[in-house]
């Protein structure tokens, strides 16, 4: 599908906003993503 690699990119970045604000927290840590 021609939308499929634009809603990969969103899910990745989305992810990686979220793991960074993990590592922010501290060690051992599991942040959800929240639209």
Known sequence: PAH???KL?????NAD???Y????QG???VVP???
Do not use: F, T, V
């Open 21 to 24: 604000r993990a590592k922010r």
């Open 9 to 13: 990119q969103s899910l990745l970045r």
């Open 33 to 35: 993503y929240a639209a």
């Open 4 to 6: 499929g690699g634009a």
């Open 17 to 19: 906003e979220a793991l």
């Open 27 to 29: 060690r051992d840590r």
